[in-house]
C-alpha cells in the first residue's frame, strides 16, 4: 500500500536525534507528507530540529507548542485544544504526520495528540512508525545488552516516581532504565549511595545531539532533561 494515505494520522519515531537513525519508511514519509507537526516543548529541549531539517521543508512544518502539565485532565484539554490545525488539514484531505523522539509508543506527545484527534474526529486512522527509542541507542553505544536470557527490564519515568517505586522496580528487575532521569539525578545518587549499591550506572546525555556524552557514573550529572540512567543489578547478585 502507498503511503502517504489521506485521512491517516501518521506517528514517526525520529529515533534519538542522529537523522542516520531514523527508518527508511519515516525518512519517506517525512518527504512526502503534506504537514508535519512538530512538537516544540516550553523546556526547549526538542530533538527534532535537525533530523526535521534534512528531510521536511519548512512550508510544510506547523509547530505544537507543547506545554507540559503534570495533571492528565489538564494534559487532554491542552491537546483538544491544540490538535486544530491536524483536524483541519485531515478534513481538507491532506496528508498528515506528528514527529516524536524515540518512538512514539514511549512517553511521547503524539499520544495526546492522536487521542485528542481521534476524541474530535473519530474517523481518523491513527498509523504508527516506531523510531529507535533513546534507552537503546544509550545502550548500544556501550555496545553492551540492556538484557539476556530471562533478564527482566523495569523502564520508569524517573522525575515522575517516588524513590519507594524505584525500589521496588529495581527489587524486581535485572536492568532498571530512568527516563525523564535529570530532575531526579539526586534522588537517583541516593538510591545507589544506599539500598542500590553494587548496581552498575550507565549515564545518557542528549544522544545525537550536540553535547551528547555517555559515562559509567553520574559524576557530573545534572538537571538535563534530554537524560538517562541505566541501572544494572550486578551479575552475581540474585533476586
Ligand atoms: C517524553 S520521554 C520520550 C521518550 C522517547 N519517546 C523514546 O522513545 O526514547 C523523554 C525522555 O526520553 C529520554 N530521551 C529522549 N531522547 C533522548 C536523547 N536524545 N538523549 C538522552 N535521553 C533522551 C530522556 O530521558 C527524556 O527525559
Redesign the pocket.
Known amino acids: 500500500m502507498s503511503e502517504p494515505r489521506s485521512g491517516v494520522l501518521y506517528g514517526v519515531?525520529l529515533?534519538?536525534?542522529d537523522p542516520d537513525l531514523l527508518t527508511l519508511r519515516a525518512a519517506g514519509l517525512l518527504r512526502s507528507l503534506e504537514v508535519v507537526a512538530v512538537p516544540r516543548s516550553e523546556r526547549g529541549?526538542d530533538?527534532s530540529g535537525a533530523v526535521v531539517a534534512t528531510f521536511v521543508d519548512e512550508a510544510r512544518v506547523v509547530t505544537l507548542t507543547t506545554p507540559m502539565p503534570v495533571d492528565a485532565t489538564a494534559v487532554g484539554r491542552g491537546w483538544r485544544g491544540r490538535v486544530a490545525p491536524l483536524i483541519a488539514a485531515l478534513d481538507a484531505g491532506r496528508t498528515v504526520g506528528m514527529v516524536?523522539?524515540?518512538?512514539?509508543?514511549?512517553?511521547?506527545?503524539f499520544a495526546h495528540a492522536a487521542s485528542a484527534v481521534r476524541e474530535l474526529r473519530p474517523q481518523t486512522e491513527v498509523v504508527i512508525i516506531p523510531?529507535?527509542?533513546?534507552?537503546?541507542?544509550?545502550a548500544a553505544v556501550e555496545a553492551r545488552p540492556l538484557l539476556v536470557g530471562a533478564d527482566r527490564l523495569a523502564l520508569l519515568?524517573?522525575?515522575r516516581v517516588d524513590n519507594d517505586v524505584m525500589l521496588a522496580a529495581m527489587a524486581n528487575a535485572d536492568t532498571v532504565v530512568?527516563?525523564?532521569?535529570?530532575a531526579a539525578i539526586d534522588r537517583i545518587r541516593s538510591v545507589l549511595d544506599g539500598p542500590a549499591r553494587g548496581w552498575s550506572v550507565r549515564y545518557?546525555?542528549?544522544?545525537?545531539?550536540p553535547g551528547?556524552e555517555h559515562r559509567d557514573s553520574l559524576d557530573g550529572a545534572g538537571d538535563?532533561?534530554?537524560?538517562?540512567v541505566i541501572l544494572r543489578r550486578p551479575r552475581e547478585a540474585t533476586r
Open positions: 519515531g529515533g534519538p536525534g529541549t530533538i516524536t523522539d524515540g518512538d512514539p509508543s514511549l512517553f511521547s506527545t523510531g529507535v527509542p533513546s534507552f537503546c541507542a544509550a519515568p524517573a522525575s530512568l527516563l525523564k532521569a535529570g545518557a546525555r542528549r544522544i545525537g545531539l551528547e538535563d532533561y534530554m537524560s538517562l
